[in-house]
């Protein structure tokens, strides 16, 4: 029976689907975490493609043809300033260079990034306030349309493809830590009803529904059928549904196979050994000669 529930390991969406990766093998778990980590990685790169990267196309497109970041200051070319968001209904993004400084950072977007002369500010519509981040020291850093508009053309693609890369791998990284630190409390759940590798199978599986929920969040918010506040709040649940999994997913775990035993061969019975006729031995000869000679034998 266990054998069969094995097998139907291949959904983490329902408590009985998490509980079969308890005994389903290794690489048909990995297989179903790449499935749902390339998803999320999909839809994560889809976004900043469609939200951030035109707003990028455009800063760079209204840049001046020199400067640079040097040493940790901005410098560019005198009463040069950028001010680039996205289009009307979509205020996903918004980028202002103004090396003089920024007397109000606009915070009506769900990003924005300030750059002033010796330090980048980032906020959000969400009204958490600012965070500073100074130029790194002693690397020049091109910021001028004559350079950053071929690199960026050439690049852009693989700078989202190495990003999906990341998203991924980070997710598969997660949920095998996550597994490790999880499974004590599966193992305590299932009453032994799994062994210390199906715990660390199920806590690992029982984070894929919460990264289906994301996945779907960014998708929504992607289209603007959801606002930032509600992706804040899709991002709280996807950090608590997997405890429900963890809980309730070990009961119904299924035990793991016992392993096969050999059967005993039966002994084999010991042939009687024939007796083979003596051709010296007359006595049986004679026997028989005495039977055919008595006429009342």
Known sequence: MADDRSREAWQPFTIGGVARFAVASRWRLLGIQC????????????FVN????????????????????VNGHLAWPRNATLHVEGPAGEPFMRID???????????????VMAFESDRVLLGS???????????????DIPFNKSELEPWWGARSHMVLAALGLLIALGLLLSWAMLGWLYMVPVKIFSINRVT??????????????????????????????????????????HLVLPWFYLFF?????????????KAKPEPK?????????NPFDDSKGDAEQSKTDNPFG
């Open 269 to 277: 019975a010991k042939a009687k050994p024939v007796k083979q006729a």
């Open 35 to 46: 499935l749902f980590a390339l998803a999320v990685a999909g839809t994560a790169v889809w």
């Open 97 to 111: 260079v103004q090396p003089s400084g920024l007397t109000n950072v606009v915070e009506t977007v769900d990003l």
């Open 196 to 237: 210390w590798r199906g715990a660390w199978q199920l806590a690992s599986a029982a984070h894929m529904p919460g990264a289906l929920v994301m996945c779907a969040g960014m998708l929504f918010y992607g289209l603007k059928q959801l606002e930032l506040i509600g992706l804040v709040f899709v991002w709280a649940i």
């Open 125 to 139: 519509s969400l009204g958490l306030g600012l965070l500073v981040l100074p130029y790194p020291p002693g690397v």
């Open 50 to 69: 469609r939200a951030w990267v035109p707003v990028i196309d455009a800063a760079i497109d209204q840049m001046p043809q020199t400067g640079g970041i």
């Open 249 to 261: 997913s070990p009961i119904f775990a299924p035990k793991p196979p016992e392993p096969e035993t």
